[in-house]
């Protein structure tokens, strides 16, 4: 009995070697969903790797399902598709996989589409700041693609970190809607600027340097209070232990449900 794929992929692209972005259009249709939820995607382990990744050891089980869960990076709007922004791990069970997948070839998508990482709790009139690395930039994509209230009486930054500007994925995107809204700033870092191939003029370093000095407050163009601003922290476990630290020490404290708070968290490994 095969396995059941059932959606189609629409289109594919890559970011740079080793970051990808997916569409796919389930057959049941594209569930409603909250931005900043994930959809969790899958392939048999009968599925073709792609021949650059690590041998697995021991091999997949050719009649079961590899599942992951990952954030979806279009709008809550869109009907027509879910996209998904994906890093590359040679030695993963799934990405190789899902990097070798072509348009018009089918995937697993899980019916339900979960998550605490959205808007919902952000006070009215709270300035926003979003901070990623890598791929944990997608939450953040599909929440400003999903009718987000840009002049709302609140400033929103983002803070993107990679470590060379080829990784900074969206960027055109990012760019464009700053330059179509006054209350929105993209701040793009690069941690490796002595690799680039062309002069790199953004800022340079870890995104948690710019909450250590008065770098954030500057771009924001506010202080940092934490019952005025409300900062989302996704992608590496390593930027959000030291982001979680600096944050701390200014009196910003995670949100809970049972505990509200200034800090919304999504881990990424």
Request: glycine fraction near 10%; aromatic fraction near 10%.
């Amino acid at each position: 009995m095969p396995l059941a794929v059932n959606a189609t992929v629409t289109h594919r692209s890559e970011v740079t070697h080793g970051l990808f972005i997916i569409r796919v259009r389930p057959d049941a249709g594209v569930p409603d969903f909250k931005a900043g939820q994930y959809a969790v995607l899958g392939l048999p382990g009968s599925a073709p790797r792609v021949p650059f990744a690590d041998p697995e050891d021991p091999p997949a089980d050719p009649d079961k399902m590899i599942r992951r869960a990952y954030s979806i990076a279009s709008g809550s709007v869109e009907k027509d598709f879910l996209e998904f922004y994906v890093a590359f791990v040679t030695g993963g069970a799934l990405t190789p996989r899902l990097y070798a997948l072509q348009e018009g070839d089918r995937v697993f998508v899980g019916d339900r589409i979960v998550g605490m990482f959205t808007l919902d709790d952000v006070p009215a009139g709270n300035d926003v700041i979003f901070v990623a690395t890598g791929t944990g930039l997608a939450p953040y994509v599909s929440m400003l693609r999903s009718n987000y209230a840009f002049h709302a009486g609140h400033r929103t930054v983002i803070f993107h970190g990679a470590r060379h500007s080829w990784d900074l994925g969206y960027r055109g995107d990012m760019e464009s809607l700053a330059a179509h809204h006054d209350n929105f700033t993209y701040v793009p870092t690069i941690s490796d600027p002595d690799e680039e191939t062309e002069e790199w003029t953004g800022l340079t370093g870890r995104v948690t340097a710019f909450f250590e000095d008065d770098t954030a407050e500057m771009v924001l163009g506010a202080p940092l209070d934490p019952a005025r601003v409300s900062v989302f922290l996704c992608g590496n476990p390593d930027m959000i232990t030291g982001m979680m630290r600096t944050l701390g020490e200014k009196g910003f404290r995670e949100h809970t449900r049972k505990q509200p708070g200034s800090i919304f968290v999504e881990k990424y490994w």
